[in-house]
């Protein structure tokens, strides 16, 4: 699975939108990009995937770039809730047998 | 729907000592796999499984033990728990091949060995 790169931090304002990016440059045809985030210390929670167009779902939206490269994650009006680490995942859908692998993440801080 | 359930959620063992954290799920999912959170970093994977009777290594299996007798049920047994074994530990649930790989996460298992 390709590897990705996200900066380690990032701040936003409550009502504002979060744009997280994500860098994979190495994505294969066939990998999908995933997004997950955890709050403090729970088990990490689902937000979004996609393979080539862009996604949108109740809880963010996910922009891949044509060539597939790079991606942000969009929380259109993030709120104090929304402060969590957020990680881009890409993996193959076919092959990977559900195996996430999670690297440092972006610590996404939403202020009052 | 009770999702992905871990027992315990706390536990505090002494070196050398064995145990089994529990993890069952209630969504008829074919995946399920453990992982380990060591303070300040992210999710590893210890060992996964594609259905009943079919486990494999993840990235830090060393230490740990896994069994799936049923669809439901998938445990992770730590053989003789050492310190470096402290950690927040994550049991995951997904469909199989060909379906959404999102992964239902139980709240984590906090283990302490002193």
């Known amino acids: 699975d390709a590897k990705t790169t996200q900066p380690p931090s990032m701040d936003c304002a409550e009502g504002r939108a979060a744009n997280l990016p994500c860098n994979h440059s190495?994505?294969?045809?066939?990998?999908?990009v995933y997004w997950y985030r955890q709050i403090h210390s729970q088990g990490p929670q689902y937000i979004i995937h996609g393979l080539k167009n862009n996604e949108t779902n109740e809880m963010a939206s996910l922009i891949i770039t044509e060539d597939r490269k790079s991606s942000t994650l969009i929380l259109p009006h993030a709120t104090l809730r929304d402060t969590a680490v957020y990680y881009c995942i890409v993996l193959s859908g076919g092959t990977s047998y559900g195996k996430l692998t999670f690297g440092q993440g972006t610590i996404l801080t939403v202020h009052p | 729907n009770a999702g992905v359930t871990q027992t315990p959620k706390f536990q505090v063992l002494k070196t050398g000592q064995s145990m089994t954290l529990q993890c069952a799920q209630d969504m008829n999912h074919e995946y399920m796999s453990w992982y380990r959170q060591d303070p300040g970093m992210g999710l590893r994977l210890i060992h996964y499984?594609?259905?009943?009777?079919?486990?494999d290594q993840g990235e830090v299996p060393n230490g740990y033990n896994v069994s799936r007798s049923t669809t439901e049920d998938f445990p992770l047994r730590l053989l003789s728990a050492a310190p470096s074994q402290t950690s927040v530990y994550f049991c995951?649930?997904?469909?199989?091949?060909?379906?959404?790989?999102?992964?239902?996460f139980g709240q984590g298992t906090r283990l302490t060995v002193v």
């Open positions: 499984s594609v259905g009943a009777g079919i486990t």
């Open positions: 995951a649930s997904s469909y199989g091949l060909g379906r959404s790989i999102e992964a239902f």
């Open positions: 190495t994505i294969s045809g066939n990998e999908y």
